[in-house]
Structure formats: structure tokens, C-alpha cells
């Protein structure tokens, strides 16, 4: 199979749907080519099968002569040779993975110049001033880029020509400078690299090239994959396109466009535009842009060419396509599409519109309602659900609204210093000139993000709208000075509080309160139709152990509690002190009279969640944790003991600590086994819940009662915990004669449990899989330490594919959880099947838990709409 492929090539199936062997920019610009015959200029695909065995062994076999047969091809096509130093072929070399991933990989323009081309491209253009910008530009690149250059040595010297030549933008550089700007780029690389600046021009192609494909493994990307959970192994495809140059002259521009709002989702097109600039002036934030409208001023017919072109690109792709284009002397060239990012907002209205048809007669389109939920990402859900300000305050400035929401944080100024401040706990809102993929890191750690310069498409922006995360761009009144910045003669210090508003652009020092966002009505149209999808075959509950919880979580459209933790009542400060009583008692009276103060508190606990949930099912989980965790630290108590002595009572304490101390705690005395020590505890709890819903019944309500035991790990154990609950809702229910059915059940959070499913299943009506730790004991993993220590270092070196505690797909634990499923309802095919850990909220586990089969998941109530939708896109997979 080749390694190379033309844009024009001729392929079994349309090109867009090979984007796993031509990467999605690749497949995008031979659809353009092949199919629907836009201006593209001319080029080639290097496939992601030659990134793959690069990155397996080495530069491919062959490889080289199918390149040279391709370069061969265009030059003929062309018309002009690659360094030719009478009319060079220039071309780009470009990155395209199969998954957009915006400034991630490497890009290098104008290669094929050289001392000789330089000259011969002076020539032919008649612009002597054109030709060396070009070049200087392609040095900078190329050392950066290829050869690893620091690019503080290209852009120290490109200001001081600014300055020296007295003008703001690097168009008005004059050629001479520009001659001087290139001689010093190569001398810098021949200081760095002890060689000199590649002359040959099939020496910087396959230099660019193999940079492309060392950049699939860059920290950025690999930062940019883990978060977005891209496979680490898809590689990167190149493309290789004939220049076209937005900086010939004034005739000439270049722009970023989309074909309808990407931050409200409104039908109209928009985007940035440069006048004499190449593509990174736009993406890098260098200039300050203009927008569609100011381009129509200059080029009245090449914008409505434009306008047309975005129609046809939303009708053949059904969907906003985010497109790039140059003017060279006034002729339009397309140089890459693809279905465009979008803020959370847009998603939602634009896939709702999308189902009412756009456009008319034969060149009418529309999508279903099944699709239209398929367009919108737990990340869109997430966004819509931002805080914003609950008041107003006075804005310092005010740049360009990139990506909507509130954040409120600590100023740091390098990418750095705000992924250490975040590591400390801080809120961080990193605050730059302009970003580049090389800030990821600090992007990632900060709640907002500020820039003084770029565009609604730079790269601050593209990356924050992708992520939900608030930010601010081209807010040019913020001058940054080292650790500091200025907005007239107001100065914010790094550490200072500031407040960005990213649906006005507003940006405000101090803390602004915040309060939690506002769904469009669209948010709501698309679970309604998501609650038709999944309704019967997948339910959501969710996770709340207090009567607000409940209540929130059923107007985010709960069906229920699936997790109901019961040890979170015994932490309050009221209490507490109650469950000490228990634990210290000496004798079965003191025991017993501690047990019945907590029986009282967990009635009107439960009393709470019943009520919010009437007419619902509520899993009740009985006490997990050890004890110990509701006494002080042994530690803090012997250095209290050691300074100051200690009282008769926390003497006792002490001593209870030191008793139930474990090494172990996780796997130690818990759950059932808590119990079997305390059986007491265990019935305490079960006539409180009993008692509740008794009263609810008289007061003409439905309670639901499901009663979980956690962690048994064999039949024996359900059969003794079952006989307690059982006991002591025969006595509650003794003389009724319509008897509620309450149903008793247990969580499989062991890889024993998991296994022996079906013997567990004899005694149980329900199971509900207990992913958090189910992932901890089928790993070794302890959750708390190596999230923060090992992770990052296993999911960047490809170690693991996924974070098992973010989603259980790929890990092995979805394994477990299917065995589970299988065995309980091989022995009982009736039993209720569901999920209570956090996975419950993450789309891709919500499709492995759909396809075992599960009834429900349940997640935290402000994870429900996602868990809604996410059913709804696993049934809709399932059936495709």
C-alpha cells in the first residue's frame, strides 16, 4: 500500500472518509480537490501509516522515492521546480492527524528558498522586499521547528528591525532589513547546530517531514491527547501543498473563517482576516484582525466567492466547517476545512437549527434528531453549565468574548508559573501576549485565560472554546511587562485577583462572585429527545446523600437515587460527636443509647431523600468506611499529648483511634465486615430507613426503598448481611397487608465479587457496581496518591491508554464489570444491574455499562444531563 497519495487521487469512496490512513486535514483537502472542485492548491498526503512505522522503526523503507515521484508530479503541475533559482516551487509542510488537534504538531511555510531561490523569487515576483520576508519567515521556522532552535533568537532580532526601521508591523520591514533579519537567523543556527542552513531543498523536505512526525510524540501533544483521550498510537499524517502567499502585497490576504457562529451558534459566517499577512499572523495572535466585513470592503467579489464556497461546505459536510484561505493577488485559494470547534452554546443551537433544514429548493439540507444528539459532547453540556458574574463590576478592559463563562483567579504571566500555582491549590488565570502551543500545560492548570493580542480564532481562543475553558483575546489595552501588567495607570501584579467575563470580553481586578449559568432553551431540547432515545433501556439516577442534593439532582432529570451514602450524615458536625459516643461505649447499654440518638438523625435524613425523590427508587447504602475515620488523628492527638497533655475524653479517643487503627484502611475492617463486628449499626440503620418511609406512606407518598450492603465478596457474607436487613423489615412491615417491596442488593467493588457474581447473585435482588473501588483493587492503585505522582508520567508515556479512574473503557475493569453482569444474571436473569461509581458520568464508560447490559448508571447530580445524553448517543451506537 503507498505511503503517498495525491490530493486529486481517485479513490474507491469518497476522501473524507479516509481519515484514518490521510489524517482529517489530508482527507478534507481531497474532498475539496476531487469532489467538490474548490481552488486547492496543488499537493500531496504522506500517510499516518508512514508516521506509525517511523515511530516503530525508523524512516520508512521506499518512503524517499515516493516522495521524489510525488514532488516530481507537482513540479510538473506546476510548472516550476522546488529551488529552482530562476522560479521556485514553494510548498508547506503540514501536520493532520485523524482528530483535529488545533496548534498542536509542527507546520513550516515557504520551504524550497535558499540563497539562490531567494533571489529567483525577487525576481519573478518583482518584489525584492516580498521574497526575503518569505524567507526569513522559513528560516525561523525551520530552525524552530527542524532544528530545534531557541526561537528567542529569531524573534529579539525581528523586534530590534521593528524598532531600527521605526514602523509597528513585520509587513513594513524594508527589504534590505529583511536581507540583514535573514543573514543573522543563519548565522545564529550555525552557532546553535555547528551547521550551516540547509541549502538543498529535498534536504529541508524530508528535515520537515521527520519533524512532523517527531511531533506527534511533543509534550504538547501528548498533554493535548491524555486530556482529549486521543489514542496514542493513530499518528499523524503530512501534507505537502504548493504555497500560496496572503503577503505578495496589499491585493493579497489571508484568513481564518467559519461558516456560522462558533461561540452563539447564529447562522451567519464569521472570521479573521489579514490584509498582506501569511496564515500564522492570523492563528499566533501577531496582528490584531478585522473581521469577514472589513474583508468585503477590499475584495467586494472574492468575499461573496467565499460566502458560496462556506454554503457548499455546509451542505456536503452537514455541519459548521472551520475553514483557512489566502488571496494571492487577488485569486482565492482553500488550503484546509473541517467541521469546526464550538462553544458549548453553539453546539447545542446549532444542532437543534441544523434539524429544521437550512437553505432552500435542491440545495436544501437538514439533519435528524438522532444526529443532532450525536453533535453535542458532554464537554458542550458542561460549558453551558459555566458560572457567570452574580453582579456587575468596572472593567479594567475589554478584549474579544473567545470562550463564555466566569473565572476568577490568581495573575501568573508564563505557562510555568501557572501550572506550579495551580499544583499548590491556586485558582490561576494565566494572562499572555498571545499563547502557543507551547503554554498547554499552563492552559490546561487555569481556570481563565487572558491574552493582550490574537483573534476569535487564534490560538488562545480555538484551544479555550475546545476546552469550556473562559477566556479573553486582544484586549490591547493590557500592556504585560515581565511579571506585571498595565492598563493605564492601574498595575496587576503577579498573584493579584482578576475576574474574566468570557461572554463579554469584560476583564475586572478583584474577585467577582460568581453564580452558575443559565441553559439555552436548546440545552433542554436536545435531553428531551436524548430521555426518547434512551427511555427503557437505560435509566440515571444519581449520587446524593442529602434531601438538596436529591432535589437538585431530580430537576437535572435523576430517576432516582443510585447511591445514597450514609456515613456522609455521620460527618456533620451534630454528628459526629454522636458517633463517637457509639464507638467508645463500654457497655451494650451505652451502645445501644448512642445507636438510638443516630437512629433519630438518620430518620429525618432519610425522610429528606425520600421526599425529594417520591415516587422514585432510592439505593440506600449502609455505613462503608472504617471507623477510624470518624475519630481524630492518632498522630495530632500524641503531639497534643506530648505538648499540652490531654483530657480524660480525648484520652479515650486515643485509645479508640490506636484500637481501630488499620494499616490498610481500604481494605480493612469496612463495609460488611464493619457489620459483622457491629451488627447493631447495620439494623440501627435499617429501622431509620424503614421508620422514614412509613411515614411518607401515611402522609400519601411513594417512597422506593432499595438497601444496599457494601463490599461483600462471597455468597455467605450477602446471606448474613441479607438476614439482618431482612429481620428488621419484617418486624416494620408485621400486619401490613399491602407490604412495599423493598428490595436488598450489594456493591461489586472487588475483582472476587466481580468473579463469583453468580453465587452472590443467589441472595441478592440488585447489584450495583462500585467502579472507584472496583479500579483501585483491580489495579493496585491507591486513587489519592498516584492521580497526582504516576499518572501523568504512565498516561504520557503511553503506559496506560486511559486514566482508569476518568473512564473504565480499555482498563480492564469494564472487563469485570461485563463478567459481573453475565454471571449475576446468568444465575438470576431478573436481577437489577447498575453503576454508582464516578464513572457513571463518563460518556465512553456509559457505553461499555450499555452494552453489559447494566439497567441505570448514577453519577453526581450535576454530571445527570450528561449521563442523559451519553445514554442516549450508547443506544444510538448500539444500534448503528
Keep these: 500500500m503507498p ?482 501588567f498595565s492598563v493605564g495607570k492601574t498595575v496587576v501584579k503577579e498573584g493579584d485577583i482578576v475576574s474574566l467575563d468570557g461572554t463579554t470580553g469584560q476583564v475586572i481586578v478583584g474577585a467577582m462572585k460568581l453564580r452558575s449559568a443559565e441553559p439555552p432553551p436548546e440545552f433542554h431540547t436536545i435531553l428531551k429527545w436524548a430521555d426518547s432515545v434512551r427511555k427503557g433501556k437505560l435509566g440515571v439516577r444519581a449520587n446524593a446523600d442529602t434531601g438538596e442534593d436529591a432535589t437538585n439532582a431530580r430537576e437535572l432529570g435523576a430517576e432516582g437515587i443510585g447511591l445514597c451514602r450514609t456515613e456522609h450524615m455521620f460527618l456533620a458536625p451534630d454528628r459526629l460527636p454522636v458517633v463517637r459516643e457509639m464507638i467508645l461505649a463500654s457497655t451494650p447499654a451505652q451502645e445501644e443509647a448512642a445507636l438510638e440518638k443516630l437512629r433519630a438523625v438518620q430518620e429525618a435524613d432519610f425522610l429528606d431523600i425520600l421526599d425529594a425523590m417520591d415516587g422514585l427508587p432510592v439505593t440506600i447504602r449502609l455505613l462503608d468506611p472504617p471507623l477510624h475515620e470518624f475519630l481524630p488523628s492518632v498522630e495530632e492527638l500524641r503531639v497534643k499529648e506530648a505538648k499540652k497533655g490531654l483530657t480524660k475524653k480525648e484520652q479515650a479517643l486515643l485509645a479508640a483511634a490506636e484500637s481501630w487503627a488499620e494499616h490498610n484502611p481500604m481494605i480493612g475492617t469496612r463495609g460488611v465486615r464493619l457489620g459483622v463486628i457491629k451488627p447493631g449499626l447495620y439494623a440501627m440503620q435499617v429501622r431509620a430507613l424503614l421508620s422514614a418511609a412509613a411515614k411518607l406512606r401515611e402522609m400519601g407518598k411513594k417512597p422506593i426503598v432499595e438497601i444496599m450492603i457494601p463490599l461483600t465478596v462471597s455468597r455467605e457474607e450477602m446471606a448474613l448481611a441479607r438476614s439482618w436487613v431482612q429481620t428488621e423489615i419484617d418486624a416494620a412491615l408485621k400486619g401490613m397487608r399491602r407490604k412495599p417491596n423493598i428490595t436488598i442488593g450489594t456493591m461489586i467493588e472487588t475483582p472476587r465479587a466481580a468473579l463469583r457474581a453468580d453465587e452472590i447473585a443467589e441472595v441478592s435482588d440488585f447489584f450495583s457496581f462500585g467502579t472507584n473501588d472496583l479500579t483501585q483493587l483491580t ?41 459481573g453482569a453475565e454471571r449475576g444474571r446468568k444465575t438470576k436473569p431478573g436481577l437489577k444491574l447498575g453503576i454508582c461509581g464516578e464513572h457513571g458520568g463518563d460518556p465512553e464508560s456509559i457505553e461499555l455499562f450499555y452494552d453489559a447490559g447494566l439497567d441505570y448508571v448514577s453519577c453526581s447530580p450535576f454530571r445527570v444531563p450528561i449521563a442523559r445524553l451519553s445514554a442516549a448517543q450508547s443506544v444510538l451506537a448500539a444500534e448503528v
Design 3 to 484: 505511503y503517498v497519495y495525491a490530493f486529486d487521487h481517485k479513490f474507491r469512496r469518497p476522501p473524507m472518509e479516509y481519515k484514518d490512513l490521510l489524517g482529517g486535514k489530508g482527507a478534507n483537502l481531497a474532498e475539496m480537490t476531487s469532489v467538490l472542485e474548490l481552488p486547492v492548491p496543488p499537493g500531496f498526503t504522506i500517510t499516518t501509516d508512514a508516521c506509525r512505522d517511523y515511530m516503530h522503526s525508523g524512516w520508512p523503507e521506499g518512503l524517499d522515492e515516493e516522495i521524489a515521484k510525488h514532488v516530481f508530479k507537482l513540479e510538473k503541475k506546476m510548472g516550476r521546480k522546488l529551488g529552482d533559482p530562476f522560479d521556485p516551487l514553494l510548498v508547506s509542510v503540514r501536520s493532520g492527524a485523524k482528530f483535529s488537534m488545533p496548534g498542536m504538531m509542527d507546520t513550516v511555510l515557504n520551504l524550497g528558498l535558499n540563497d539562490l531561490s531567494v533571489e529567483g523569487l525577487a525576481h519573478v515576483t518583482s518584489d525584492e522586499r516580498f521574497a526575503y520576508d518569505s524567507y526569513r519567515r522559513f528560516i525561523a521556522m525551520y530552525g524552530r521547528i527542524v532544528l530545534d532552535v531557541d526561537g528567542e533568537l529569531f524573534d529579539a532580532p525581528l523586534e530590534l528591525a521593528r524598532e531600527t526601521a521605526g514602523v509597528t508591523y513585520d509587513h513594513e520591514i524594508p527589504a534590505e532589513a529583511l536581507r540583514e533579519l535573514c543573514d543573522q537567523y543563519k548565522a545564529s543556527i550555525k552557532d546553535v547546530t555547528g551547521k550551516p542552513f540547509p541549502q538543498k531543498p529535498r534536504d529541508q523536505l524530508n528535515g520537515a517531514v521527520e519533524a512532523v512526525f517527531r511531533s506527534w510524540n511533543g509534550a504538547r501533544a501528548i498533554a493535548y491527547r491524555v486530556r482529549e483521550k486521543i489514542d496514542h498510537e493513530l499518528g499523524t499524517a503530512v501534507n505537502v501543498q504548493t504555497m500560496v502567499f496572503g503577503n505578495r502585497d496589499d491585493n493579497s490576504g489571508t484568513g481564518v473563517g467559519f461558516t456560522r457562529d462558533a461561540a452563539t451558534g447564529a447562522n451567519a459566517p464569521y472570521g479573521d482576516f489579514l490584509i498582506n499577512a501569511q496564515g500564522e499572523d492570523v492563528v499566533a495572535g501577531i496582528r490584531n484582525t478585522d473581521d469577514l466585513d472589513h474583508m468585503k470592503k477590499h475584495f467586494p467579489e472574492i468575499h461573496a466567492d467565499l460566502l458560496d464556497i462556506f454554503k457548499r461546505l455546509e451542505r456536503h459536510y452537514t455541519d459548521m466547517c472551520d475553514t483557512e484561505f489566502t488571496i494571492e493577488q487577488g485569486k482565492l485559494w482553500m488550503l484546509q476545512t473541517r467541521i469546526g470547534k464550538r462553544t458549548g452554546a453553539a453546539a447545542l443551537k446549532m444542532a437543534v437549527d441544523m434539524t429544521k433544514g437550512t437553505g432552500s429548493g435542491v440545495n436544501r439540507w437538514k439533519i435528524s434528531r438522532q444526529e443532532a444528539i450525536t453533535r453535542v459532547t458532554a464537554d458542550h453540556l458542561d460549558a453551558v453549565l459555566h458560572p457567570q458574574f452574580a453582579g456587575t463590576g468596572k472593567a479594567l478592559a475589554t478584549g474579544l468574548a473567545a470562550s463564555p463563562g466566569a473565572a476568577v483567579g490568581a495573575v501568573y504571566f508564563t505557562a510555568d508559573d501557572a501550572d506550579e500555582a495551580a499544583g499548590r491549590g491556586e485558582k490561576v488565570i494565566l494572562v499572555r501576549n498571545e499563547t502557543s502551543p507551547d503554554d498547554i500545560h499552563g492552559m490546561m492548570a487555569s481556570e481563565g485565560i487572558l491574552t493582550a493580542r490574537g483573534g476569535l480564532v487564534s490560538h488562545a481562543a480555538v484551544v479555550a472554546r475546545g476546552w469550556g475553558t473562559p477566556a479573553i483575546v486582544g484586549a490591547d489595552a493590557v500592556k504585560i511587562d515581565g511579571k506585571q
Design 779 to 819: 489495579f493496585g492503585f491507591s486513587r489519592d496518591d498516584v492521580e497526582s505522582r504516576m499518572m501523568p508520567a504512565y498516561l504520557e508515556q503511553g503506559l496506560l491508554k486511559r486514566n482508569p479512574f476518568d473512564t473504565i473503557d480499555q482498563t480492564g475493569v469494564g472487563d469485570l464489570v461485563r463478567i
